[in-house]
């Protein structure tokens, strides 16, 4: 007995002092502190807009769009400072220029009484309407957002994602046909020499035009309103290690449009869309800034 109690002592004095080491978890944590990694690009689904309920118009089901459907909803700590980005003073007097423009052709009523048009907008909320609500809706910037995807072959934008979400507002304001599969309308508008002129509007070859040439024949029409197109810049950057956007401004009397897209204008890309109504107090600057940011945000995630 004494033999084996010696055995036994010897034994325990070999063992190690302190706790004992935690057995690593199991699972999606990638370092010490347990955090799991954001989805990779190469595993989200190739399908690019999932719609629950509704049909989606053909705007949404022409291309499949540059982002994939399975959205990485952008963490708090992720998301950058909506800081004004810097601009110069043609940038600064928007609302001067534009009123400027107003004079030249006006715009008859919104079309949609006319034609029998049978825009339902039962379209549903996509994934990723709740992101461009986030990004460009919520913070105040804009008043009504949308993400497409531009054809340089087509010369269009395919939209495929808007906000405000509820009641389909975003659709309601930045997309126009007279019908949910995208038939162009006829809208009326004031020539001149003082006469009038009726033009077939398709508005996904008008936002198409707007990228890719910086100017589209009878004025740039998105939600059935005429904008008038006051810049384009095809090699926009921020500074040194950020994307190359292409870059658009259009104004109306009250309301105007920052458009961006993800790459020069002669490749496929991603396009954000921003509008600012100065009635709400929104201005130029401010969804300039959300703009930005949501495309840098987009493009440093490789869409």
Known sequence: LKLFRNRWLK?????PVGPRPRKPIMGNCCSETGVTPTESIDSMPDEAVREQGGAAPA??????PILPAAEAKPQASSKPLAAAAPVDQEQ?????AAAALAGGTQVSAMPAAAGGASLSYNFGVGEWDPSVEEWLVT????SAGALGSFDPDSRSVSLFAAAPTTDAGGWKSLWYALDDNGTPYQATVNTDDGGQMA??????SCLGSAVALGTVENGLWVGGLK????????????????????????????????IAKIGDPASAGTVIIGKFTESLGQTSMGCRAAVLDYAEHLAAAGF
């Not at 033009?199 to 996904?204: A, C, G, H, R, T």
């Not at 090699?235 to 009250?254: D, M, N, Q």
């Open 11 to 15: 034994v325990c004095r070999a063992l």
């Open 59 to 64: 705007a949404k089901q022409a291309q499949a």
């Open 92 to 96: 600064k007097s928007v609302t001067d």
């Open 139 to 142: 913070p105040g910037g804009c």
């Open 199 to 204: 033009i077939s509007v398709d508005e996904q």
């Open 227 to 258: 904008f008038s197109i006051l810049q384009h810049d095809k090699s926009y950057s921020t500074g040194e290690g950020k994307p190359s956007l292409t870059l658009v401004l259009a104004k109306r009397p009250g309301e105007g449009l920052h």
